[in-house]
């Protein structure tokens, strides 16, 4: 592969909430990822002059996602609770704690080249927010404004090319997307 990638499109992104036993839930129809990571910068001044400077991530970071989401996630994901309201009735409000998750997929280039990422400790930031508009010919994208946090390791992404997957299988690509943890990539302590 050339040294070259440009990110060019997301495919087959997942969605996976912390602390339950349900599958990653697919997404299928993913408009577009904006991703912005947050690094920290530590100066030595002498005499009111900056002498060195190093920048270094700092574990956290942001990513806009615009996609048409399967409302039992949209649910899930929001916390929206039924809890004491006639069955069918969910709502949202004081009561509504936003969910942790991971968010997988697969970024290709223009050559189809696959890369792998995974955000291991996400939760959305934002209220559910939606746009209706009558008689539009084209069906709006939702957007979920994620925050993403470190993980035990002091990490917020990890991302591998499909071509560099271990030989032994021990990570697939179904396996990336759908039961990523952190742990499954850390080096075995001896």
Aim: overall charge negative; aromatic content about 8%; charged content about 25%.
């Amino acid at each position: 592969m050339d040294t070259e990638f440009s990110r060019y499109e997301i495919k087959k992104s997942h969605i996976k909430i912390d602390g339950e036993e349900t599958k990653a839930i697919t997404l299928n129809c993913v408009g577009s990822v904006e991703e912005e990571l947050n690094t920290k910068t530590v100066s030595k001044s002498c005499e009111g002059v900056v002498k060195k400077q190093r920048t270094r991530g700092d574990g956290t970071g942001t990513l806009t996602v615009s996609l048409h989401i399967p409302y039992n996630l949209y649910k899930d994901i929001y916390g929206m609770v039924g809890t004491g309201l006639i069955e069918g009735v969910n709502a949202y409000g004081k009561n509504s704690l936003h969910k942790v998750f991971t968010y997988t997929a697969i970024v290709k280039d223009e050559d189809g080249n696959e890369l792998l990422v995974a955000y291991p400790c996400c939760v959305v930031t934002s209220g559910p927010k939606s746009s209706i508009e009558n008689g539009a010919e084209e069906i709006s994208e939702g957007e979920l404004e994620i925050s993403i946090m470190p993980d035990e390791y002091d990490n917020c992404k990890y991302e591998i090319f499909v071509s560099k997957l271990p030989e032994d299988k021990s990570i697939t690509k179904e396996k990336w997307l759908t039961e990523f943890t952190p742990s499954m990539v850390q080096v075995p302590i001896a």
